[in-house]
């Protein structure tokens, strides 16, 4: 049964830039109210200050922590604000959009003398994929994962290619699937969904700082049938779509958001 998202919550990590940008804006138009938590400098703060103001001119409620998502005491504070920010209701969408990890080859390079080291892997393992568990262990725990919930995680093809100097954050996408399919099992008692959602090529900031990003993206545009690239809105429309029903029957899923692009590259 299709049910409105206006009023509820969503829980979004990596809400200030990206597709947790789009997906906060996409949620907040039809009425949900966005905690949303990111981890930047000043640029990205006074990023975050106004896609907040933006949201409350929508008429919902916007609060935002600039904190280390992987971290445990992140956790530790903030579960306890989340419960009390919504009045013990809990998150009806929980979105991990965090993209922060270790571009770097695993063997020696000219630019990289030492190739990945052992710190680099398990940081972006953690914060791109592990933290995912711990949070959903945290919410759970407190009650503030409700029946009818969803739970996104933002997966790439990238998963399952090699991409130069990607091998790292390969790694971490290719355990948070993994995760979400972990999760969806366990979580299924409790009527909640999981679900990774594989985005099409997007130029977002992300996306940028992979080498060769710039011919990557041109390859896939003139592949896509479409003949663009995948934008935030169509991944943000694709997340409020499938959150607004309260069935957990699509669960386990990595699906495809991509306009054909996987099936023709």
Same mark, same amino acid.
């Not at 940008?21 to 981890?39: D, M, N, S, T, W």
């Not at 972006?124 to 914060?127: M, S």
């Given at each position: 049964m299709l049910v409105t998202l206006k009023g509820s919550w969503a829980?979004?990590? @990596?809400? $200030?830039? +990206? &597709? =947790?940008?789009?997906?906060?804006?996409?949620?907040?138009?039809? @009425?949900?109210?966005?905690?949303?938590?990111?981890?930047? &400098?000043?640029? +990205?703060?006074?990023?975050?200050?106004?896609?907040?103001?933006?949201?409350r001119e929508l008429g919902v409620e916007a609060h935002f922590f600039n904190r280390n998502v992987a971290a445990r005491e992140t956790r530790a504070e903030l579960v306890p604000a989340i419960k009390e920010l919504t009045g013990g209701v809990g998150t009806r969408v929980v979105l991990h959009s965090v993209a922060f990890g270790s571009l770097v080859p695993f063997l020696p390079t000219e630019d990289a003398p030492k190739g990945v080291t052992a710190k680099q892997m398990a940081m972006?393992?953690?914060?791109m994929a592990h933290s995912l568990v711990y949070w959903t262990q945290d919410l759970l725990a407190e009650g503030l994962l409700p029946r009818g919930g969803k739970v996104w995680s933002l997966t790439s093809s990238g998963g399952t290619r090699v991409l130069s100097s990607y091998g790292a954050v390969s790694a971490a996408k290719a355990a948070l699937e993994a995760h979400s399919r972990q999760l969806a099992v366990e979580l299924a008692p409790h009527g909640v969904a999981v679900n990774a959602i594989r985005a099409g090529t997007t130029l977002t900031p992300a996306l940028r700082k992979i080498p060769g990003s710039a011919e990557v993206a041109e390859r896939a545009r003139a592949l896509n049938p479409h003949d663009r690239l995948?934008?935030?809105?169509?991944?943000?429309?694709?997340?409020?779509?499938? $959150?607004?029903?309260? $069935?957990?029957?699509?669960? +386990?899923?990595?699906? +495809?958001?991509? =306009? =054909?692009?996987?099936?023709?590259?």
């Open positions: 829980l979004i990590f @990596g809400v $200030s830039s +990206g &597709m =947790g940008r789009a997906a906060a804006r996409a949620l907040a138009a039809e @009425g949900c109210h966005v905690i949303g938590v990111h981890f930047d &400098m000043a640029d +990205g703060q006074e990023a975050a200050d106004e896609l907040a103001a933006e949201l972006t393992l953690d914060v995948t934008t935030t809105e169509d991944v943000a429309e694709a997340i409020v779509l499938l $959150s607004s029903t309260d $069935s957990s029957w699509i669960t +386990g899923n990595v699906i +495809g958001v991509d =306009g =054909g692009e996987a099936i023709v590259a």
